[in-house]
């Protein structure tokens, strides 16, 4: 065993502090974009001495947080961070420094910063000035940043698919007819989806015959209203529409048309931002949209969209991650299918769903699984 590794052994009170650590970067989701969401703990034994989490409007990363409520106290103290703490400049210093002037002998992270501008560097500046460093590697805290990861790695967006289904795999009974297919228990799951994301996405024919509001109801605070998306090549979004009316510089509609249009400027007019994209085969390009949105800081994206749209953007290999909200029921015949997308091209490249999780929202139950690994080859993420 080198001297690193025995100077990293887990002790017993890591795993309840670094639990406690997870919840409270739990709570920073909504408050911390587009920084990563972070909770820290400082604790000598058992004992807590100062703990918070990062919210952006407040500056202070989560280390510092924890570091101010702790004071003199922290001398000699372990510090539980769930993100291993930055040795960077930006808004504020490097939290490396901080910790080591503190006098914090032991860090404790639960995953490395995907920044490509840390990645290892903060535990390495750690190591260096003598304090003990012990990562965990929990997936908890890789998920609840995997926006971040791809967006930070790759300047695109972290896309979710979701949608309800039935057991064979149907969204609607007849296109255009919006039909309930799961019941209003998967709700609470649902907004908690949307809360996490920083826009939601879906296409011109869910607007139509759907007339959605898309809004985050999960009445948990977020510093920017959930970005609401309509991809609409021909610009046939109605000015009465739901998502119109209610828009407050927080729909955004994806056109080839020109700003110039009558139709345009209708919608301008009611708060509705118009972004004219290159046409492909007829439609806005997708990876034109993705850029656009990451450039304008949206780290992770929730699809809630069609058959059409669905199988555009797995066809172009847009979706990391899949939510599907299953209804224990069969629908025949005839119906909508999740992804419009021909099986002989998708199917014998589509990969299987890694990480797969199914928990129930009795009676339905939800399945999740990912496409890309957004922690995993760089290479891999870039798009463009
Ligand atoms: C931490 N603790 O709580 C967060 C970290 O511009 P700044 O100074 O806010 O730095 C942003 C970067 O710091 C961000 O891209 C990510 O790499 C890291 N976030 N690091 O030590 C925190 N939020
Ligand atoms: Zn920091």
Redesign the pocket.
């Known amino acids: 065993m080198s001297a690193d590794e025995k100077a990293s052994r887990p002790l017993p009170a890591d795993a309840a502090l670094m639990q406690r650590a997870l919840s409270l970067a739990y709570d920073s989701i909504g408050l911390?974009h587009p920084?990563?969401h972070?909770g820290?703990v400082v604790a000598k034994g058992h004992q807590k001495l100062g703990e918070g989490f990062?919210e952006y409007d407040r500056l202070d990363?989560?280390?510092i947080v924890a570091l101010k409520q702790a004071g003199e106290k922290a001398r000699g103290a372990t510090l539980y961070?769930t993100?291993?703490?930055?040795c960077?400049?930006?808004?504020?210093g490097p939290?490396t420094k901080a910790i080591i002037a503190a006098g914090i002998t032991r860090v404790v992270v639960a995953t490395k910063?995907p920044?490509p501008?840390?990645a290892g560097q903060?535990l390495d500046e750690l190591k260096s000035a003598g304090i003990e460093v012990h990562l965990r590697d929990e997936e908890g805290a890789r998920r609840m940043n995997e926006g971040f990861a791809k967006w930070?790695r790759s300047g695109v967006p972290f896309v979710t698919l979701k949608t309800a289904l039935t057991l064979d795999g149907q969204i609607a009974m007849r296109p255009g007819q919006p039909t309930k297919i799961t019941s209003d228990t998967s709700q609470p799951a649902v907004h908690r989806l949307r809360h996490s994301a920083d826009a939601i996405l879906t296409g011109i024919g869910t607007a139509l015959a759907d007339d959605p509001l898309l809004t985050d109801r999960s009445g948990l605070p977020r510093r920017r209203p959930l970005l609401r998306v309509v991809l609409d090549s021909r610009l046939r979004l109605q000015a009465n529409s739901k998502l119109v009316k209610s828009a407050k510089r927080d729909v955004l509609v994806f056109t080839t048309q020109s700003p110039d249009s009558p139709n345009a400027k209708a919608l301008a007019k009611k708060g509705v931002e118009i972004v004219r994209t290159r046409n492909r085969r007829g439609h806005v390009c997708l990876d034109a949209v993705m850029t656009e949105l990451g450039r304008r800081e949206i780290l992770s994206v929730l699809l809630e969209a069609g058959a059409e749209l669905n199988g555009a953007a797995l066809a172009a290999d847009l979706v990391d991650k899949v939510a599907l909200f299953y209804a224990p029921r069969i629908m025949g015949t005839g119906g909508v299918p999740m992804a419009r997308i021909p099986a002989p091209q998708w199917f014998p490249k589509s990969p299987a769903l890694a990480k797969l999780s199914v928990s129930p929202c009795w009676p339905d139950f939800a399945v999740e699984g990912y496409l890309h690994d957004v922690y995993g080859n760089r290479r891999s993420l870039r798009k463009n």
Not at 83 to 86: A, F, G, R
Not at 88 to 92: Q, S
């Open positions: 911390a920084n990563p972070v820290a990062h990363h989560a280390e961070a993100l291993e703490p930055c960077t400049t930006g808004r504020t939290c910063d920044n501008a840390v903060g930070i």
